[in-house]
Every structure is written in C-alpha cells, then in structure tokens.
C-alpha cells in the first residue's frame, strides 16, 4: 500500500516562509510534487520533480518556491517563499508510477497552508 504523509502546512504572514514535506511509503517514485487546490478552484499543479532532478513550476511559484526530492527516503519537499495571499490553498502531495501500460497517481490527504496577515 502506497501511503503519502504530509506535513509543514500552516498559518503564514504574507512574505513568510514554510516548508513542506512529503515521505511516500512503498515503492519507487518516478517523479514526485505538490498540486494545490483552493475552495472552488480546480486542483492545480505547483511543482513536480522527477527521480532525475528535473523539475517544473507553475508560472505563478517561479522564483518564491523550490521543489526537492530524496530518492532513497522516497521523499519531497516544497520550500516556499514570498508567500502571498493568493499562495492559501489544501496542497497535495503526488507521486506517479510512470509505465509503458498506464500513470498511476498517488495523493496525499493534503495540508492546509494559509497566508494572511
């Protein structure tokens, strides 16, 4: 069983910082990232990285935020900075089993970061 344990979310000030974490049980990862979903809003893609290294962003994080990932601890990371108002959503960790048959995607339950001062 693929199990996704999140945490670092919370109550920010605008222009803070936090840091969240993301430790996938189970099996290897092809890539990994965060999506963020807020009330009303469909669930968008923040960053993802792949066991190689390659990383991609949302234009809106570009500069403030920094997807890394641990391969052998089967873990990622979002470090946000410059967070903004607009930043508050539930983000969600994923990881993927890519193969030549199907993706397979794996969530998180998600943790709540909320910017605002």
């Known amino acids: 069983q693929v199990q996704l344990a999140e945490s670092g979310g919370g109550l920010v000030q605008p222009g803070g910082s936090l840091r969240l974490s993301c430790a996938a049980s189970?099996?290897?990862?092809?890539?990994m990232g965060w999506y963020r979903q807020a009330p009303g809003k469909q669930r968008d893609l923040v960053a993802t990285i792949t066991s190689s290294g390659a990383t991609n962003y949302a234009d809106s994080v570009k500069g403030r935020f920094t997807i890394s990932r641990e391969n052998a601890k089967n873990t990622v990371y979002l470090q946000m900075n410059s967070l903004k108002p607009e930043d508050t959503a539930v983000y969600y960790c994923n990881a993927k089993i890519e193969t030549i048959a199907r993706s397979m995607d794996y969530w998180g339950q998600g943790t709540q970061v909320t910017v605002s001062s």
């Open positions: 189970g099996r290897f990862f092809n890539a």
